[in-house]
Every structure is written in C-alpha cells, then in structure tokens.
C-alpha cells in the first residue's frame, strides 16, 4: 500500500519586488544556461532596452560551407535581449514566458563576427509585455534580422504552482 505524498513544494520561488539590475543581472545570466553555453555576452542598457553580444564560433554554425551562423543561436540571443529589456524596464525581476516572438531575417551574418542583439521594451500592461529588437553583425544599419515579439507577465508565485 503506498503511503500518501507530502504536498510538491516549489524547487524554487521569488521574493515579491526582487529587483532587476540590468548590468548585473545579465552578467549573471550569460554565465549559467543555455546563454553560457552559446558564450552570450552583456554589452550596454538603458531604461527600457538591453543590448547583448554573441561571438561568432565555428560550433554555432549552420552550414560549415558557408560559415555564418545558425539561425537557433541568433533566435536565442534575441529572445534573451528582449526578455531583459522587460526587467529592465519594470526594475524588478519576475517570471514571464515568451509568448510570442517573430524573427524577420534579413540577411545571413557575415562568418566570422560577433553578433550583438539590442531589443526594447515599448510597452507594458497588466499581463503582458511589448518588445522589439534588432540583431546586426556591426552596424545597426544593415541589420541580420528583426525581432517583436509579446512576454507573458507572470504575478507573483502563480509560475511555481505544483
């Protein structure tokens, strides 16, 4: 006979109002995870928007005859970008999930060179956040691909729910 389970705690929870400080808390990030591993990089912030980097290697490549990067590692920077622009702006940390994220490309990223995402946080309502984003190999004007995309603003412990 099987004894009755103790009720699932949560492997983790938030305190409410956790603060999000950009700088440090994208450093922290890229150093864990998936971000660490595709080797993601802080680069600048501003009140509503993140800025990060993703140098080129030849294991994030798509196609080894060409070079330029895969299109996962690039989608990936961008989904990050976009998902800090939202704490940034609101100044806290807090669960969300990204509901939708649409990537334009426009070109292919020149083999060789670093990939820099800068995504923005335009709007924010009661349970959602609006973003965009551009993701170029240097210059801002030529870009690799365009991003916008809509987070899902989770309140308080409602995520960790068992």
């Known amino acids: 006979m099987n004894e009755p389970s103790a009720p699932r705690k949560p492997p983790f929870t938030l305190p409410d109002g956790m603060t999000f400080d950009p700088e440090n808390g ?5 150093r864990h995870g998936h971000t660490g591993f595709l080797g993601m990089q802080y680069r600048d912030h501003g009140a509503d ?3 990060l980097a993703m140098p080129w290697r030849e294991d994030l490549v798509g196609v ?8 996962g590692p690039i989608i990936s920077l961008l989904d990050n970008a976009t998902s800090m ?6 100044g806290i940390f807090s669960p969300q999930v990204t509901l939708d994220l649409r990537i334009d490309y426009v070109r292919a990223a020149t083999p060789g060179k670093t ?3 800068r995504a923005e946080c335009y709007q924010v309502r009661r349970s959602m956040a609006f ?7 240097g210059d801002a004007n030529d870009p690799v691909a365009h991003t916008a995309g809509i987070f899902m603003l989770v309140g308080g412990q409602e995520w960790s729910r068992p």
């Not at 080894?64 to 299109?71: I, K, N, Q």
């Not at 973003?131 to 190999?137: C, L, S």
């Open 85 to 90: 622009s939202v704490w940034t702006r609101q």
């Open 115 to 117: 990939i820099i995402a």
């Open 26 to 30: 994208a450093r922290a990030f890229v």
């Open 49 to 51: 928007w993140m800025e």
């Open 64 to 71: 080894e005859e060409t070079g330029v990067l895969a299109s």
């Open 131 to 137: 973003v965009r984003g551009v993701a170029h190999d």
